[in-house]
């Protein structure tokens, strides 16, 4: 069965540090991930994907993500953090298999908290 | 290019009354239709899923039901609310398997 583990409810950074949240998978087949953001009281926003190619992955606002097969994980990291990098990010998984609807799976959230 | 509209943004609804949540797909066909409820900010329940017209798989039981009538149309009902069906909805669409979701603006229903 898909998974997605988002090991850390919230993640605290000072402005200008360095951010990494962390996430890793389990799936059948070779894995399509993927992150999101969620600003309050809104629906989630792509940043970034890997499907095939180049491990590290450079997104929106400044995010990448680096796909590590052998430890199954999928990190979301920038290299200096803003105040509005705040938000709920989520991770999420999809099977290179074409089932089910082509769901996505995803982790359970992990809150970012900047302080300037 | 394509967008996906949900409406309305915030719902109050007493318990007992029914439900409807309509989400539309434009500039795009055949597309993949999902509606999420995420409960206190966090965590995403996938609640139905939609490959075709008409065709409706559903995640977990409860006291919702999905439609689609229309090919870009997705719509979330409920003929009774409970107090338990509060929470943010939100609906989102896909393509090809190798393209993520586009989600919707979501809505946040109230039941008082």
Known sequence: ????????????????????????????????????????????????????????????????????????????????????????????VRASLYNQGGKLIFGQGTELSVKP | SQTIHQWPATLVQPVGSPLSLECTVEGTSNPNLYWYRQAAGRGLQLLFYSVGIGQISSEVPQNLSASRPQDRQFILSS????????????????????????FGSGTRLTVV
Request: hydrophobic letters at 35%.
């Open chain 1, 1 to 92: 069965a898909q998974s997605v583990a988002q090991p850390e409810d919230q993640v605290n950074v000072a402005e200008g540090n360095p951010l990494t949240v962390k996430c890793t998978y389990s799936v059948s087949g070779n894995p399509y991930l993927f992150w999101y953001v969620q600003y309050p009281n809104r629906g989630l926003q792509f940043l970034l994907k890997y499907i095939t190619g180049d491990n590290l992955v450079k997104g929106s606002y400044g995010f990448e993500a680096e796909f590590n097969k052998s430890q199954t994980s999928f990190h979301l990291k920038k290299p200096s953090a803003l105040v509005s990098d705040s938000a709920l990010y989520f991770c999420a």
């Open chain 2, 79 to 102: 003929k009774k609310l409970l107090l338990s069906d509060s929470g943010f909805y939100l609906c989102a669409w896909s393509g090809h398997v190798i393209y993520g979701y586009t």
